[in-house]
């Protein structure tokens, strides 16, 4: 019986493999782009969009602009896994598998590699993995090097990748395969923790560990120490990372306070630029500033945040209140 489910499973598998790509990516000649309900840039050539189809789903397609051509995509693919601006060829990438298309959004490119996943390309190399491991390719599909021993994998839209090596040592190569520079013991990839890449010209490493031991580091792009702390930091945007962390608020009525997460954001060196006065809503993430702004919700109402600490209306951007000016009770993250 153990046997049957084993190869149903298989069977299963190889099956979804096989059709990935075509749930992945589907050229098409019919145009939707003016029944569109949600758009947004991929780049100056393209642009990203849903809509609802005659069944009345939403579905997501790509369009170039230049030759009003489209593409259906899987819905589950969003805008900000489609890198079309340092590619060749557009990658699209999901949480199990990476396809790249040519920029006519007519073909699948490189398909006699069967790439598992892949970074978009740099100076026409990318990062990919396959059944054999992880090699670097050109954009004609030849591979670059041996196979690299690593366990997580990391952009190369900088140049640099995260490596974990079979001799216990980890760090960044560059696009020849050299070890460019290595990690401090303490923030090593140990294969169970997302691949590091870099975001406004730094890194944010951390140790993995759990709230009252976790530990954050930012370096730069020689492997520069910028800065640490002890809170949960994100990946920079507009110069900027939120922090995290857990505090105990007793709410009016209450007999015993609550857990309550809350953020901030800090600067590439780790300083506090604005406290961890927010709330983090259940099933919410923490927005990034975009632009010099972020949207967050304070005292229940939506709001954008200025990289200047204070806080303006969505509608027309009029200062409403300054959090420069308030003192901030920060509370202490619970034990």
């Keep these: 019986m153990k046997r049957k489910v084993f190869l149903f499973l298989c069977v299963v598998f190889g ?3 096989f059709a990935e790509d ?16 949600y758009v947004k840039p991929a780049d100056k050539n393209y642009l990203y969009f849903l809509y609802k189809n005659d069944e009345g789903r939403e579905e997501a397609r790509i369009k170039r602009l230049d030759t009003n051509v489209e593409a259906i995509l899987n819905r589950n693919v969003y805008f900000n896994s489609i890198f079309p601006e340092y590619d060749k060829y557009i990658a699209i990438r999901t ?9 006519d959004l007519k073909d699948i490119a490189l398909k006699e590699l069967n790439i598992q996943w892949g970074t978009p390309f740099f100076q026409d190399v990318a990062l990919i993995k396959n059944e054999d491991g992880y090699f670097l390719i050109n954009s004609d599909g030849k591979i670059l090097s041996d196979q690299i021993a690593r366990s997580s994998a990391g952009n190369l839209l900088d140049g640099i990748f ?15 395969g050299e070890l460019v520079f290595e990690v401090p013991q303490e923030y ?43 809170y949960f930091l994100s990946n920079f945007s507009d110069g ?4 995290k962390y857990t505090v105990e608020r007793k709410k009016r009525g209450s007999k015993h306070p609550d857990r309550v997460s809350v953020f901030g954001y800090m ?3 780790c300083n506090i630029v604005i406290p961890a006065i927010f709330e983090i809503k259940y099933g919410y993430h923490v927005p990034e500033f975009d632009n010099g702004y972020a949207e967050v919700n304070y005292h229940g109402r939506d709001l954008l945040l200025g990289k200047d600490g204070i806080l303006y209306s969505k509608e027309d951007k009029h200062p409403v209140f300054n959090l420069n000016k308030m003192k901030t009770d920060v509370s202490q993250p619970a034990e």
């Design 15 to 17: 099956a979804f493999c």
């Design 22 to 37: 075509f749930f992945l990516f589907k050229p098409t000649d019919t145009i939707c782009f003016d029944r569109a309900t």
């Design 95 to 103: 949480t199990w598998w990476t396809v790249y298309i040519t920029k």
């Design 162 to 176: 995260s490596v974990a090596l079979k001799d216990g040592r980890a760090g960044f190569m560059n696009l020849k």
């Design 188 to 230: 090593k990839d140990d294969g169970m923790r997302p691949a590091y890449w870099f975001s406004d010209d730094v890194m944010v490493l951390t140790n993995g560990l759990p709230e009252g031991k976790h530990k954050n580091a930012v370096i730069d792009m020689k492997g520069n120490i910028l800065g640490e702390t002890t």
């Design 240 to 243: 900027l990372a939120s922090f």
């Design 267 to 269: 600067d590439k060196y």
